[in-house]
C-alpha cells in the first residue's frame, strides 16, 4: 500500500498531479475550497514540454483533440505585418509538437474525468496543517482534519500551504494589468494562424479554439488595482479598435460580462519548494507571467514529476527532495524569462519599441528556437501525432526509440503497419497513403518509425 497523499487544491496543477499519481499506482484525495470545479478563465497555451509530461500518463492524445491546428503563429505589428512567424511544422520538427491554444475549462473537465469522484472533496478551504509528528495534518475551515503521508499544495498564488511552509513572499506587480475571453460559438470565423500583436504598451493575442470560437487575450500598462473602475470595455476599444483584423471584430463579439481582468504579478524564483512531508506546485511555487503561457505547463510538469518521484522513491520524504532537485532551476529559469519577455513587449518608447521591432524582424529562425529550448527545452524521444485528413488528432506516442517500437492503435480507426527508417541525416520524409507524409528527426544510434491511421502520422525524434 502507497502512502496516503492529500492535494490541497483542484485546478490544473492538482488535478494533473491526481491522474499522474493514480496512473501511477498512488492514490490521492483532491481538496478544492470552491462549490464546483470551475476554472475561471478563456484559454491556455501549451508548449511541447506540457505535452511531454502529458504523454506517459496517457493524455496528450485527448489534450492535443482539443486544441484547432494552426499553421503557424508567431508576433505582429498592430498594421498586421509579422515581426516573427513561426510555422507549425518547424515547431514540430523540433520539438514533436507544435504550441496548442486549448480552453481552459475543457481541459480541466478532461483531467478531472480521470479522477475518481469520491476522490475530490468540494468545498474544503484549507486554514493549514501540522507536520510535526509521523503523519500530516490538514485542517480546513469546517473544522475537518485530513491525516496523510504526503501532502502537496496546488492551491495556487495566494497559496495557504506556502505562506506556512516558507512564510511570507509577496507578489510583485509587473505594471500591466491583462484581459482573457472566448468569443461565442460560430461569431466570426475562425483565424488561419495563432498571433500576439505587440504595440507601444500594449498587446492583444489570439488563437482558433474549438467549438468555433477565438481565445483571445489583451494587455497594457495600468497602475495596480485601475480595472475596478469598470472601463475595461471601452479601454478595450479604445487601445485596439484600430489595429489589424481580426482584433477589433474580436472585441466587439465578444459580450463585456464574459471578459475577466487580472493584474499581472509574479514572484522572485524560491529554491526551497519542500519541506519534510509537504511539497508544492504550481502558482503556490513559481507564480509567473503569462507572457510565455507557460503557467499551466510549468504546473503540469510539476505534477508528473512529482509522481514520478514518489513512485520511485523509498521514502516520501526522500521523493519529495527529489522532486524539488530536479525542478527548481528550469521553473526559475522560465520565471524570469517570463518577466523580460513581458517587460520588452510592454514597452511604450517609440525608439525603444522601433529598436525592439528591428531585433525581433531581424532574428533568424534559428537563434529564435535556441532562445525557445530554454523554456521548452529538448527532449531525446519520439512523439507521434497521429491525425485523421482534418488535421484532428486522433492519437499521439512517445518512445524511446530502436527496433521493436510501434505506432498505438487508435480506437475506430484503421491502422496501418509501422514503417522503420534507417538513420540518416536531417529529417526524413515517409510517403503515406493519400500523398500524406510523415516526417522525423534521427538521433545517433536510432531509428524513427511511422505508422498511419487513414490520415497523418507526423514522426519526430529530438
Known amino acids: 500500500m502507497g502512502p496516503k497523499i492529500v492535494i490541497v487544491g483542484g485546478g490544473i496543477g492538482g488535478l494533473t498531479a491526481a491522474v499522474a499519481l493514480a496512473r501511477r499506482g498512488l492514490a490521492a484525495d483532491i481538496y478544492e475550497q470552491a462549490p464546483a470545479l470551475e476554472e475561471v478563465g ?8 506540457a505535452m511531454w509530461a502529458l504523454e506517459p500518463v496517457g493524455l496528450a492524445g485527448e489534450v492535443g483533440r482539443l486544441a484547432e491546428r494552426m499553421p503557424r503563429q508567431g508576433i505582429r505589428r498592430p498594421d498586421g505585418t509579422w515581426l516573427m512567424c513561426y510555422p507549425t511544422e518547424l515547431m514540430e520538427n523540433r520539438w514533436g509538437v507544435g504550441f496548442a491554444a486549448v480552453h481552459r475549462a475543457e481541459l480541466q473537465r478532461l483531467l478531472a474525468d480521470q479522477v475518481d469522484p469520491a476522490a475530490i472533496h468540494l468545498g474544503a478551504r484549507c486554514t493549514g496543517f501540522d507536520d510535526a509528528g509521523k503523519a500530516v495534518v490538514v485542517r480546513f475551515a469546517d473544522g475537518r482534519e485530513v491525516e496523510a503521508d504526503v501532502l502537496i499544495g496546488a492551491d495556487g498564488v495566494h497559496s495557504v500551504v506556502r505562506a506556512q511552509l516558507l512564510g511570507p513572499a509577496p507578489l510583485r506587480y509587473r505594471g500591466y494589468t491583462a484581459v482573457r475571453a472566448l468569443t461565442p460559438k460560430g461569431a466570426l470565423p475562425l483565424p488561419g494562424d495563432g498571433m500576439e500583436t505587440w504595440g507601444r504598451g500594449a498587446r ?22 485601475a480595472g475596478h473602475n469598470g472601463d475595461t470595455p471601452a479601454r478595450l476599444r479604445a487601445l485596439f479598435g484600430t489595429w489589424h483584423d ?13 471578459v475577466v481582468r487580472n493584474d499581472i504579478y509574479d514572484r522572485w524564483p524560491a529554491r526551497t519548494w519542500t519541506r519534510g512531508s509537504v511539497a508544492l506546485i504550481g502558482d503556490a511555487i513559481h507564480p509567473m507571467t503569462p507572457d510565455l503561457a507557460q503557467g499551466a505547463c510549468q504546473a503540469i510538469v510539476d505534477a508528473t514529476t512529482l509522481a514520478a518521484c514518489l513512485a520511485g522513491a523509498g521514502h516520501p520524504r526522500a521523493a519529495l527532495r527529489e522532486y524539488q532537485r530536479r525542478r527548481w532551476r528550469t521553473a526559475a529559469r522560465v520565471t524570469l524569462f517570463a518577466r523580460g519577455t513581458g517587460r520588452v513587449g510592454q514597452w511604450e518608447g517609440s525608439l525603444a519599441c522601433a529598436a525592439r521591432d528591428a531585433l525581433l524582424a531581424a532574428m533568424p529562425p534559428s537563434l529564435q528556437f535556441r532562445q525557445l529550448d530554454l523554456v ?6 519520439a512523439l507521434w501525432l497521429v491525425r485523421d485528413d482534418d488535421g484532428h488528432v486522433v492519437r499521439s506516442r512517445g518512445d524511446h526509440g530502436g527496433a521493436g517500437g510501434h505506432a498505438d492503435r487508435g480506437q475506430g480507426h484503421k491502422q496501418g503497419p509501422v514503417t522503420k527508417l534507417a538513420d540518416e541525416a536531417g529529417p526524413p520524409r515517409v510517403d503515406l497513403p493519400g500523398g500524406r507524409h510523415g ?3 534521427g538521433r545517433p544510434g536510432g531509428q524513427a518509425l511511422v505508422g498511419h491511421a487513414g490520415g497523418r502520422v507526423d514522426v519526430h525524434r529530438e
Open 376 to 381: 521548452v527545452g529538448r527532449r531525446a524521444r
Open 246 to 258: 481580426p482584433i477589433p471584430a474580436v472585441i466587439e463579439a465578444t459580450p463585456d460580462d464574459a
Open 42 to 49: 478563456a484559454g491556455v497555451g501549451l508548449w511541447a514540454n
Open 204 to 225: 492583444f493575442g489570439l488563437a482558433p479554439a474549438t467549438g468555433e470560437r477565438i481565445i483571445w487575450y489583451a494587455s497594457w500598462n495600468a497602475p495596480a488595482g
Open 439 to 441: 516526417v522525423g528527426r
